[in-house]
Nanobody, 126 residues
Framework: QVQLVESGGGLVQAGDSLRLSCAAS????????MGWFRQAPGKEREFVAA????????KYADSVKGRFTISRDNAKNMVYLQMDSLKPDDTAVYYC???????????????????WGQGTQVTVSS
């Protein structure tokens, strides 16, 4: 069982930055692919970014590429999402996810992730 707890959300203005953190309660953290999804009001939950077990393989949604950076610290059981140049369209609840598989082509598939956090709200005002 993996428990995920997100933090770092908040209300910011367009152009600002935020750093989301996700703490994982599991002894074998380095065996999981980690990622972030988000869901805006009235929209489907969508992929944001994912990082493989070793931190080498990374994938981003086109909408955040160049603005967001995902990273992980296997020694601390933590995954991060640095969000720069935020836009109002980035407003959503952001979810940390963990999956036992490490198949790069499936990183953006929500069905690949077995564990989800409760989410943290990010609101970007114009």
């Amino acid at each position: 069982q993996v428990q995920l707890v997100e933090s770092g959300g908040g209300l910011v203005q367009a152009g600002d930055s935020l750093r989301l953190s996700c703490a994982a309660s599991v002894r074998t953290f380095s065996r999981y692919t980690m990622g972030w999804f988000r869901q805006a009001p009235g929209k489907e939950r969508e992929f944001v970014a994912a990082i493989g077990r070793s931190g080498i393989r990374i994938k981003y949604a086109d909408s955040v590429k160049g603005r967001f950076t995902i990273s992980r610290d296997n020694a601390k059981n933590m995954v991060y999402l640095q969000m720069d140049s935020l836009k109002p369209d980035d407003t959503a609840v952001y979810y940390c996810v963990a999956g036992a598989n490490d198949v790069y082509s499936y990183y953006s598939n929500r069905n690949e992730y077995d564990y989800w956090g409760q989410g943290t709200q990010v609101t970007v005002s114009s």
